[in-house]
T-cell receptor, first 111, second 113 residues
Framework: GQQLNQSPQSMFIQEGEDVSMNCTSSSIFNTWLWYKQDPGEGPVLLIALYKAGELTSNGRLTAQFGITRKDSFLNISASIPSDVGIYFCAGTIYNFNKFYFGSGTKLNVKP | NAGVTQTPKFQVLKTGQSMTLQCAQDMNHEYMSWYRQDPGMGLRLIHYSVGAGITDQGEVPNGYNVSRSTTEDFPLRLLSAAPSQTSVYFC????????????FGPGTRLTVT
């Protein structure tokens, strides 16, 4: 299957700090998506990116579709305790039928 | 709207037993899919369906069967459970296969001993 390398695996930050995480692939992706998963629940879509170079924001979250189409970045500004969770990158290659997920970045925010 | 519902929430099986994980959605979504989530790994696609009567394999289909007789339901069957199938299973749906926003169910935690 497709390998999506997501880093870092986990982060411990102080409330108010900015956070960056990224995802790289060995294949060219035609979409990139970022999800958040809270404990005991399914993932929830945060941001979807459709073309290379695209920069999209959703509140304090900003994500970018890398120019090479093999990577994507997610930034969270001014973190708050409710940002705690696991963040997954995901993407599609040929069509929107098959999604591939990264292994996740576990974010911990200290009040 | 209940969204995507999954039953049961927890299940313990013995090796060789069979069972069906249920998934239903009330949003009239055409696209439905099943994933498994293992520790330290992302979600991996097992099977998906782009509409009633149409199913296809995902990344890790072996050991699992699906069918889609109605738009609402997409059950996942384990014919002969193995310890390697211990995982958390998520069902998801979206409007159709051009819609990237998938809605996930709450998951089923399955343990095979």
């Amino acid at each position: 299957g497709q390998q999506l390398n997501q880093s870092p695996q986990s982060m411990f930050i102080q409330e108010g700090e900015d956070v960056s995480m990224n995802c790289t692939s060995s294949s060219i992706f035609n979409t990139w998506l970022w999800y958040k998963q809270d404990p005991g629940e399914g993932p929830v879509l945060l941001i979807a990116l459709y073309k290379a170079g695209e920069l999209t924001s959703n509140g304090r979250l900003t994500a970018q579709f890398g120019i090479t189409r093999k990577d994507s970045f997610l930034n969270i500004s001014a973190s708050i305790p409710s940002d705690v969770g696991i963040y997954f990158c995901a993407g599609t290659i040929y069509n929107f039928n098959k999604f591939y997920f990264g292994s996740g970045t576990k974010l911990n925010v200290k009040p | 709207n209940a969204g995507v519902t999954q039953t049961p929430k927890f299940q313990v099986l013995k090796t060789g037993q069979s069972m069906t994980l249920q998934c239903a959605q009330d949003m009239n979504h055409e696209y439905m899919s099943w994933y498994r989530q293992d520790p330290g790994m992302g979600l991996r696609l097992i099977h998906y369906s782009v509409g009633a009567g149409i199913t296809d394999q995902g990344e890790v289909p072996n050991g699992y069967n699906v069918s889609r007789s109605t738009t609402e339901d997409f059950p996942l069957r384990l014919l002969s459970a193995a310890p390697s199938q211990t995982s958390v299973y998520f069902c998801a749906s979206s409007y159709d296969d051009s819609d990237l926003e998938q809605y996930f169910g709450p998951g089923t935690r399955l343990t095979v001993t």
